[in-house]
């Protein structure tokens, strides 16, 4: 696609109720990244993979937190047991390469709100 | 870890006029600097970008200069216009696959 898409763009769960949150990335992107954003934040990075496999898992708050990207292009992000301190901006991200960085592209976010 | 922080939080300028924004990092093995421009209920769009063997890049209006050895990077922006308003997100590479975000310049500017 022309950029990289990610559904829902809202989200309002109940404490304790599991989220999950998708992204489609600019196809052909080898790396694909997961950022969090709360409200006035920048964004805070969550998890990364090279293809299918996620090489990078260290940014993740808790075991609640799971993502996947099974066949190397789209990707899931579960969050299990929503909490309020979940309540933020979910930002998918894909470039081109993998090893030396290189330009990352954002999709819109999913807002995601616990009640 | 990474530590990336930008100055000032918010910035209003009058339009025509330029606009600053200023970015310290901790990590001296950092060696990729993105600018980021985000609307309100947008993602983030890359703007411009400098890796460590460059002092300075140029696009258009935009512009940014890097400073290895005091480890800060400024994002300049000359002719300003109001659809320039935007938060403006510095960040820096932190190991090999993450950036680490500023907190974001809020640029206002006035017509």
């Known amino acids: 696609g022309a950029g990289v898409s990610q559904s829902p763009r809202y989200k309002v769960a109940k404490r304790g109720q599991d989220v999950a949150l998708r992204c489609d990335p600019i196809?052909?992107?080898?790396?694909l990244f997961w950022y969090q954003q709360a409200l006035g934040q920048g964004p805070e990075f969550l998890t990364y993979?090279?293809?299918?496999?996620?090489?990078?898992k260290s940014g993740l708050p808790s075991d609640r937190f799971f993502a996947e990207r099974p066949e190397g292009s789209v990707s899931t992000l579960k969050i299990q047991r929503t909490q309020q301190e979940d309540s933020a901006v979910y930002l998918c991200?894909?470039?081109?390469?993998?090893?030396?960085?290189?330009?990352?592209?954002f999709g819109q976010g999913t807002r995601l709100t616990v009640v | 870890g990474e530590n990336v922080e930008q100055h000032p939080s918010t910035l209003s300028v009058q339009e025509g006029d330029s606009a600053v924004i200023k970015c310290t990092y901790s990590?001296?093995?950092?060696?990729?600097f993105p600018w980021y421009k985000q609307e309100l209920g947008k993602g983030p769009q890359l703007i411009i970008d400098?890796?460590?063997?460059?002092g300075e890049k140029k696009d258009q209006r935009i512009a940014v200069t890097l400073n290895k050895t005091a480890k800060h990077f400024s994002l300049h922006i000359t002719e300003t216009q109001p659809e320039d308003s935007a938060v403006y997100f510095c960040?820096?590479?932190?190991?090999?696959?993450?950036?680490?975000f500023g907190k974001g310049n809020q640029v206002v500017v006035i017509p």
């Open positions: 991200a894909s470039s081109a390469r993998q090893g030396r960085f290189t330009e990352a592209f």
């Open positions: 196809s052909g992107h080898v790396s």
């Open positions: 993979f090279q293809n299918e496999a996620q090489l990078d």
């Open positions: 990590d001296s093995a950092s060696n990729y």
């Open positions: 400098i890796r460590s063997n460059v």
């Open positions: 960040a820096a590479s932190y190991g090999n696959n993450r950036l680490a």
